[in-house]
């Protein structure tokens, strides 16, 4: 599966960490059928527990500073597609 450069993978969260909505894109991305299928789980769900971590104290951080991380550079491992570089920004709505 090939994901172009506007295939973003979109998402919302709550507080503690779980998607609230995701983009179509990113529900492919995590070998799902429907961003539905992904409501209501974290991270954990689908990363490896380090990877897992490091983004929910990312989160925690911008919640924390409300300060906006942008096009910070992370290393994924999605699980229907593989490793690949992203460039991650985080925001506190």
């Known amino acids: 599966m090939e994901f172009l450069p506007d295939d973003r993978a979109i998402f919302f969260k709550a507080t503690e ?45 911008v919640m924390r500073t409300g300060k906006t991380l942008v096009g910070e550079p992370e290393r994924i491992h999605w699980p229907a597609n593989g490793l690949a570089w992203v460039a991650t920004t985080k925001v506190l709505l």
């Open 17 to 61: 960490g779980r998607f609230t909505q995701v983009s179509k894109s990113l529900a492919t991305r995590f070998g799902c059928q429907s961003p539905d299928e992904v409501i209501g789980k974290s991270d954990a769900d689908f990363y490896p527990p380090e990877f897992a971590a490091k983004t929910r104290a990312d989160e925690a951080e």
